[in-house]
């Protein structure tokens, strides 16, 4: 009689971080994790795992893993459907993975009210490392995919988000996704905050107003990127405004003009 080879059965992974949600009421929030509604990944062998949370083996005063969950899950709650309407920072992002096609797309909060301090970093001086990731964690970001130097095949949807990046204050703002936002949480103390993504299909955004600095740079279409960022320093437009602005490609001449993604930009603004 041949043998029976028995399956090797995987425990779940972060079981510990699953349990701590469950048995705490506040932090837990009401979801129903029988239902796989919550995806949680992590690197094996890495530090959070052997730590739990508990042990503060990172050397750090509070778990970041745990201060970046319970901002997810009090954001989670509050998405329905496929509509996000809120108050953009403003703030934009430019992936760099798959250059030169890239996923670009605008972040906006599912609620109104004053959110410029969500993304402007020069700002988060002596606040507390929950309220940072607050800031940073209830961006919701819908993205869509397109050429660097062809900016314009995108049309409208890069137009509008252009025009958030070189908003002067926040701005009124609506996306329209194609699927609702995945459930995903990576262990991971080293990750920095983001919140959730989904393909964006349309985006809608109210009044704004561009700094008169700014403007005079993006319609200089013979004026180099390089001087364009040199000018609006001098001005005392902020870092975290210029970065946001070159990353869409508003400056430089006008045949050179690309996207850049926001880690480079921020990189060569710096410089």
């Not at 975290?240 to 430089?252: D, L």
Request: aromatic letters at 10%; one cysteine or more; hydrophobic letters at 35%.
């Amino acid at each position: 009689m041949p043998k029976r080879i028995a399956k090797r059965v995987r425990k779940p992974r972060n079981i510990w971080l699953r349990e701590l949600v469950s048995s705490d009421p506040e932090l837990g929030l009401g979801l129903d994790y029988t239902a796989r509604s919550l995806q949680m990944r992590a690197p094996r062998g890495g530090l959070c795992a052997v730590c739990k949370g508990s042990k503060l083996l990172c050397g750090k005063t509070r778990c970041p893993v745990i201060a970046r969950l319970t901002s997810h899950l009090k954001l989670w709650r509050s998405v329905k459907g496929l509509s996000v309407d809120g108050s953009s920072p403003p703030s934009v992002f430019v992936g760099r993975f798959g250059y030169p096609y890239v996923n670009v797309g605008p972040l906006t909060p599912p609620f109104y009210g004053d959110t410029s301090m969500y993304d402007a970093p020069e700002r988060w001086l002596g606040k507390t490392i929950e309220e940072i990731i607050d800031f940073r964690s209830q961006l919701i970001r819908g993205m869509y995919r397109v050429h660097v130097k062809k900016p314009n095949a995108a049309g409208k949807i890069l137009d509008l988000t252009r025009e958030l990046a070189l908003a002067e204050h926040y701005v009124e703002t609506e996306m329209k996704l194609k699927k609702r936002p995945r459930k995903r949480f990576y262990v991971d103390g080293d990750i920095q905050p983001i919140g959730p993504t989904a393909p964006l299909e349309r985006i809608d955004v109210g009044y704004l107003r561009w700094d008169r600095y700014m403007e005079k740079a993006y319609y200089d279409t013979d004026l180099k990127a390089s001087e364009a960022t040199k000018m609006l320093f001098d001005r005392g437009v902020p870092v975290t405004r210029i970065q946001r602005a070159f990353s869409v490609g508003s400056f430089g001449v006008e045949r050179n003009r690309r996207l850049v993604p926001t880690r480079w930009s921020i990189t060569a603004v710096d410089d």
